[in-house]
């Protein structure tokens, strides 16, 4: 049982080029998340989704993307990288629960910065 | 607008005393509440999570308790032990009309130092 993976751990990009931040979870979690975090803050929520085919914005979404094609994969796409998205990304999964809140599991992180 | 806040960037404990991490929120929407831990270059972890009709949960050396009349929380390590030396997230989330989706807000994260 990995839990959630990411992949890249590490990543450098040019400004305007694109990339695809992945991310599978294999607990047959409904629920999962994209946040980033930047040096000294707290982690921000840029997309959610509570299911395959069904997604939603979080704090932070401008500049991404996201889609969930199926229970275990929730990639996240950033289509022209500026400087201000440089940040640690993190990915998490969780139960279902509507009017419950289920902890959340957190992937490794992948470290992007944009130059 | 920082609806959840951690104040204290650090603390600094001794092996063996208590540590105090300390966190208030804005929201009065929010009736769920949640510790992560952070190691580097890894994930946070969950610890510990209480709702709102309680104002206690023990689990171990860490004990979280909520006053919510001053919404504010506090998660208690005793002892403390070298190996706790993290970064210690607070997060909170409304689960009021059940539409939530389990989303956390998350305070800046206190790191936590245990000399021994």
């Known amino acids: 049982n990995a839990g959630v993976t990411q992949t890249p751990k590490f990543r450098i990009l040019k400004i305007g080029q694109s990339m695809t931040l992945q991310c599978t979870q294999d607990m047959n979690h409904n629920y999962m998340y994209w946040y980033r975090q930047d040096p000294g803050m707290g982690l921000k929520l840029i997309y959610y989704s509570v299911g395959a085919g069904i997604t939603d914005k979080g704090e932070v979404p401008n500049g991404y993307n996201v889609s969930r094609s199926t229970t275990e994969d929730f990639p996240l796409r950033l289509e022209l990288a500026a400087p201000s998205q440089t940040s640690v990304y993190f990915c998490a999964s969780s139960t279902a629960g509507l009017a419950v809140t289920y902890e959340q599991y957190f992937g490794p992180g992948t470290r992007l910065t944009v130059t | 607008d920082q609806q959840v806040k951690q104040n204290s960037p650090s603390l600094s404990v001794q092996e063996g005393r208590i540590s105090i991490l300390n966190c208030d929120y804005t929201?009065?929407?929010?009736?769920?509440f949640l510790w992560y831990k952070k190691y580097p270059a890894e994930g946070p972890t969950f610890l510990i999570s209480?709702?709102?009709?309680?104002d206690k949960n023990e689990d171990g050396r860490f004990t979280v308790f909520l006053n919510k009349s001053a919404k504010h929380l506090s998660l208690h390590i005793v002892p403390s032990q070298p190996g706790d030396s993290a970064v210690y997230f607070c997060a909170a989330s409304s689960n009021a009309g059940g539409t939530s989706y389990g989303k956390l807000t998350f305070g800046q994260g206190t790191i936590l130092t245990v000399h021994p």
């Open positions: 929201n009065s929407m929010f009736d769920y």
């Open positions: 209480i709702s709102s009709i309680k």
